[in-house]
């Protein structure tokens, strides 16, 4: 059982911490949702909307099999929700999840304080390449 120590003077109190004494945006990542690739995981499916796992791992030059696992864990909780789309399992945060819109809100405001994670998620391919498109032809111009 945990105990509170309720201070009745202001002396035991301890002072609120400068704003340099605050933690950056990257501390409040990584420690918010439990760790921060799971951090990390979420706040970029916000920013995508909609992704996949093997694309999630690649943005984030992290190990596949970690990706799945933080993905299955947060399927379990009912925080996203997964589709199949052909071989590939779309995933998206669910949006019947009983706190979804303050959950997406806060996902907005972590994004603010990680520039990184916008630079990545802008460097997404949004749609496929045209299968007929000469890839050695671009190449020469370069």
């Known amino acids: 059982m945990i105990s509170r120590v309720i201070a009745t003077d202001n002396t035991a109190m301890p002072a609120r911490p400068t704003p340099r004494e605050q933690p950056g945006p990257r501390r409040v990542l990584g420690n918010l949702f439990g760790s921060a690739r799971r951090t990390e995981i979420l706040v970029l499916l916000n920013l995508l909307e909609e992704s996949y796992p093997s694309e999630l791992a690649r943005l984030l030059d992290a190990d596949l099999s970690a990706v799945r696992q933080i993905l299955d864990d947060l399927e379990r909780a009912g925080v996203t929700v997964t589709r199949p789309l052909g071989r590939t399992r779309r995933v998206q945060l669910n949006p ?42 671009r190449r020469s111009r370069e």
Do not use: M, N, V
């Open 96 to 137: 019947r999840y009983f706190a979804a819109g303050e959950l997406g809100q806060l996902l907005t405001r972590l994004a603010e304080g990680a520039p990184e994670l916008h630079r990545i998620a802008s460097s997404r391919r949004s749609r496929p390449r045209r299968p007929t498109k000469d890839r050695a032809r």
